[in-house]
């Protein structure tokens, strides 16, 4: 009896071995995961993004905790129970020289190469343009976000609905009839606008697809004239000149001007001067804008964009989805925003039945300012 009950234990340990029981653990192989922002920090896009990309890292498990999303955004780097993350800068909006850009692709290119990725977002124009040429073919897969219009101009992808490569990810279709449409409700005098926007790969976007629309006849006011230049001074003069002759601005990007002396001139303090000399309404495609002290616009949100990569990304890392096969995408639409302030400054009562959804009580650039 007593060798028959040691047997029944030596057949049972052997049991629990084979199925795991008393094994050494197997450490989980934590994947790498390189996020390339086109700009930097203090740009208050790429802190949208970076809100969304934390939410969705949170909403997916990739971070532990909000404390992991802090460190992230703190320090461009954390290493979780599932991810080793790491954070590079490509900062277009600060170096626009040809000679520039390729140097940081150079210098971003070896970083990744000796990290190793399983996987790398590229958030916005730039870094999709210079980065993801790099990667294009190879076997990382490559998630955008943030790219303006159609990424299909940077041949990352053949198609929309089928990308054919190994990248995939969100695009923004640019709300601007949308922002009309809304700055037509909020100042149902204007007929007349003309277009305000640097000279930046996002900018130049932004009014391509403002004048297509426009001789689509698809606009609810006339464009009279666009103006895209990098020279704050011409920027400054062209925005008094014209706004005695149309009714209207809309305002597509500000945040890369250079003064006389060539230095960048803050997207705070370019918004201070406008909203403070210009005295026609304008609207604007994305909420940062309003912010920090424009009238309206429809938000092609940052944090939506940054959110929807990861869950694409998710679906790469965790379900194994071909990025070649998974159509690109835009989120759905930010809110319908208008900005109290300055609708004070212009004479303006924002009332319900614009169909408003959110409402900005200052003008950051006028706060940051003081």
Same mark, same amino acid.
């Given at each position: ?40 920090? @203090?740009?208050?896009?790429?802190? @949208?993004?970076?809100?969304? &990309?934390?939410? *969705?890292?949170?909403? &997916?498990?990739? /971070? ?14 954390? @290493? ?24 940081? #692709? ?7 190469? @000796? ?6 977002? %590229? +958030? ?10 790099? /990667? ?43 922002? %009309?449409? %809304? ?35 698809? %606009? ?28 209207? /601005? ?36 994305? +909420?940062? /804008? ?16 940054? &959110?929807? *990569? ?38 303006? #009562? ?21």
């Amino acid at each position: 009896m007593k060798r028959w009950m040691f047997w029944c234990v030596v057949v049972m340990g052997l049991c629990l071995v084979s199925i795991g029981y008393g094994a050494p653990k197997k450490e989980t192989v934590k994947k790498r995961i390189v996020v390339v922002s086109s700009y930097h920090r @203090e740009y208050a896009w790429s802190q @949208e993004t970076n809100e969304g &990309f934390c939410a *969705a890292m949170l909403k &997916f498990g990739y /971070f532990d905790s909000k404390a992991q999303a802090g460190e992230y955004t703190r320090n461009d780097a954390v @290493e979780t129970s599932k991810v080793i993350v790491k954070k590079l800068w490509f900062d277009a909006k600060r170096k626009k020289s040809k000679e520039e850009k390729v140097e940081v #692709t150079a210098r971003i290119t070896r970083v990744l190469m @000796e990290f190793k990725s399983d996987l790398i977002f %590229l +958030g916005d124009d730039d870094a999709a343009e210079y980065i993801g040429s790099q /990667f294009l073919d190879t076997k990382t897969p490559v998630v955008f976000w943030g790219v303006n219009n159609t990424p299909v101009k940077y041949g990352l992808v053949d198609r929309q609905d089928r990308p054919g490569h190994n990248v995939t990810g969100i695009f923004q279709p640019g709300y601007y009839v949308e922002s %009309l449409d %809304l700055l037509k409700k909020v100042a149902p005098t204007v007929k007349t606008f003309a277009v305000l926007t640097d000279d930046t790969t996002a900018g130049r976007s932004h009014y391509k697809a403002i004048e297509y629309l426009a001789q689509q006849g698809v %606009l609810p006011l006339t464009l009279k004239e666009t103006v895209i230049t990098g020279d704050y001074e011409v920027f400054k003069s062209r925005a008094l000149e014209l706004q005695k002759t149309v009714d209207a /601005f809309f305002i597509a990007q500000y945040s890369s001007l250079r003064d006389k002396s060539g230095n960048y001139v803050s997207a705070y303090e370019a918004a201070k001067w406008y909203i403070t000399n210009i005295n026609i309404p304008e609207t604007a495609e994305q +909420g940062q /804008f309003v912010r920090q002290g424009m009238l309206c616009g429809a938000d092609d949100s940052g944090y939506n964009q940054g &959110f929807e *990569a990861v869950a694409v990304a998710h679906d790469i890392l965790d379900k194994g989805a071909n990025p070649a096969t998974y159509p690109v995408r835009a989120p759905k639409r930010g809110v319908l925003i208008a900005n109290r302030q300055r609708a004070a400054m212009l004479g303006i #009562t924002l009332t319900p039945e614009m169909g408003i959804e959110e409402y900005v009580d200052e003008a950051a650039a006028l706060k940051e300012a003081k």
